[in-house]
């Protein structure tokens, strides 16, 4: 018989924080640490300027992160990996409700 001594840690280490305090304002977590971001698409005027001057996709969520983040958010945001933004940006557009199309293999059949 297993031994179910030790208790899970159910806590998320990293995801979106499912206790938002204000609407206004995106939390999520990466390794425990804390992250805090405007609502998607709550910039300043001069984020949304260095948006429309920028035509790559990826060039522009980086414009977007460094504009809209604290010291904090962004000293943690720069240990993930391009994966793990990716994550992080999709869970932050989500809690906008902007929805991502599937991709075709993950899709129904």
């Known amino acids: 018989m297993a031994n179910n001594s030790k208790k899970k840690n159910t806590k ?40 429309l001057v920028t035509p790559k996709m990826d060039d522009q969520i980086t414009i977007a992160l460094a504009g809209s983040a604290d010291e904090h958010s962004l000293e943690v945001i720069d240990m993930m990996h391009d994966d793990e933004v990716a994550d992080l940006v999709t869970a932050w557009m989500r809690n906008a409700g902007i929805s991502l199309g599937e991709s075709s293999g993950s899709g129904e059949s």
Do not use: C, M, S
Request: proline letters at 5%.
């Open 12 to 51: 998320k280490k990293t995801g979106p924080v499912n206790e938002q305090q204000d609407d206004n304002l995106f939390h999520y977590k990466f390794k425990g640490l804390g992250i805090t971001l405007p609502k998607f698409g709550d910039w300043t005027f001069a984020v949304r300027r260095q948006l």
